[in-house]
């Protein structure tokens, strides 16, 4: 049955080792990213500004976690921290230049990963494959208010 090998497949795609995986090749020659890191650095560039404890809630870590991995980041020169205009007991982290620069690197790399993946397949199925895949992510995962981290 294809939905039995579907959540099969995503299953295993979402096994953390799997992700981790994944996360290395992307941070490959990125300075100050690695796999543990790459989830707060990619999860500011979809959400935006956001608090450590927005940020972990987006992305699905704990919030000291979260804050730990961005002061990594922010030691790297990726991610700076200002005070949170709606909260002033917060902080807000948003990407720096130079962190838009590893993110937009990290995304070229995963576009060349999928195309090297994809590369046997012909091109009809790639196209019939990224708007299954887009109508699947619509009908599993509606984007909540104020949360854009689809793209």
Do not use: C, K, W
């Not at 940020?55 to 870590?61: F, R």
């Not at 020169?77 to 590893?102: C, I």
Request: proline letters at 6%.
């Amino acid at each position: 049955m294809p939905a039995e090998q579907i959540a099969a497949d995503l299953g295993a795609l979402l096994l953390r080792g799997n992700r981790a995986h994944l996360y290395d090749r992307l941070t490959e020659g990125v300075v100050g990213v690695d796999s543990t890191t790459y989830p707060v650095l990619s999860g500011l560039a979809r959400a935006g500004p956001a608090t450590a404890s927005r940020l972990a809630d987006l992305i699905g870590l704990d919030r000291t976690v979260a804050t730990r991995y961005a002061t990594r980041l922010e030691q790297a020169g990726l991610v700076t921290r200002a005070a949170d205009a709606d909260d002033a007991r917060a902080t807000r982290l948003s990407l720096t230049p130079e962190g838009r620069q590893a993110v937009q690197t990290m995304r070229t790399a995963l576009e060349s990963i999928l195309a090297e993946a994809l590369s046997t397949s012909e091109p009809e199925e790639i196209e019939t494959f990224a708007r299954v895949l887009q109508r699947l992510l619509d009908a599993l995962v509606p984007a909540p208010p104020g949360a854009p981290l689809r793209r």
